[in-house]
């Protein structure tokens, strides 16, 4: 998916293939439902996904809720926080995910039933365009710790944990199709995206 492809994916593909250089690697931006299956008829060998459907033939390499987080400029007022209400975020001009995107709904209903009115200042099909917007201006944006993982590290945006119950879970999974002789390179891979992932997640 866009932000993970944009950050900790790339970074993790470079330092294996250092160490592989025969390898390929080949990394594809899908929607979900295109991973899912891309991976059932065969074409891939691994899908890196948030909220991904429960189904039969995928089996679960790793997965962690990563709930949905406040992402601003180093530079913004709520950035030395460590984590804050969602009524903080109201203030500020808000930048949400387009509507059909899947965090779009998660972020909305947090609001909605926190009992919070909000208007977002932006509309985003793209967690790229999102985190450029968050570290240009004052706004916020919603994603998780892993979407920002490369641009926290880097200096460019911050995370912030919201408190409120109200933030729905958002499942980052790591799988591969299930009863299918997965080459060796797939799974030394895997190994490296998980501790990436477990990386980022301590």
Same mark, same amino acid.
């Given at each position: 998916?866009?932000?993970?492809?944009?950050?900790?994916?790339?970074?993790?593909?470079?330092?294996?293939?250092?160490?592989? /250089?025969? @390898?390929?690697?080949?990394?594809?931006?899908?929607?979900?439902?295109?991973?899912?299956?891309?991976? @059932?008829?065969?074409?891939?060998? @691994?899908? !890196?996904?948030?909220?991904? /459907?429960?189904? /039969?033939?995928? $089996?679960?390499?790793?997965?962690?809720?990563?709930? !949905?987080?406040?992402?601003?400029? +180093? $530079?913004?007022?709520? *950035?030395?926080?460590?984590?804050? +209400?969602?009524?903080?975020?109201? +203030?500020?001009?808000?930048?949400?995910?387009?509507? /059909?995107?899947?965090?779009?709904?998660?972020?909305a209903n947090a609001f909605a039933e926190a009992g919070i009115?909000?208007? +977002?200042?932006?509309?985003?099909? #793209?967690? $790229?365009?999102?985190?450029?917007? *968050?570290? *240009?201006?004052?706004?916020?944006?919603?994603?998780?710790?892993?979407?920002?993982?490369?641009?926290?590290?880097?200096?460019?945006?911050?995370?912030?944990?919201?408190?409120?119950?109200?933030?729905?879970?958002?499942?980052? #999974?790591?799988?591969?199709?299930?009863?299918?002789?997965?080459?060796?390179?797939?799974?030394?891979?895997?190994?490296?995206?998980?501790?990436?992932?477990?990386?980022?997640?301590?």
């Open positions: 998916m866009g932000g993970l492809a944009g950050g900790i994916v790339p970074k993790t593909a470079a330092h294996f293939a250092t160490r592989h /250089p025969r @390898l390929k690697i080949t990394i594809r931006v899908m929607f979900v439902h295109d991973i899912v299956q891309t991976l @059932l008829d065969g074409k891939a060998d @691994l899908g !890196l996904a948030f909220n991904l /459907p429960s189904v /039969p033939q995928l $089996e679960t390499l790793w997965k962690m809720d990563t709930r !949905l987080g406040a992402v601003v400029s +180093p $530079e913004h007022p709520l *950035a030395g926080q460590e984590s804050i +209400p969602l009524s903080a975020c109201q +203030p500020y001009p808000l930048i949400f995910a387009d509507k /059909p995107m899947l965090i779009h709904g998660i972020v009115s909000v208007e +977002p200042a932006f509309l985003a099909n #793209s967690i $790229e365009a999102m985190k450029s917007l *968050a570290s *240009a201006s004052d706004g916020i944006a919603f994603l998780s710790r892993f979407d920002v993982a490369e641009e926290q590290r880097n200096g460019v945006l911050t995370y912030v944990q919201i408190r409120d119950r109200t933030i729905g879970k958002n499942v980052l #999974s790591l799988v591969q199709r299930e009863k299918r002789n997965h080459g060796l390179a797939a799974t030394m891979f895997a190994e490296e995206i998980i501790r990436a992932l477990r990386g980022v997640a301590e």
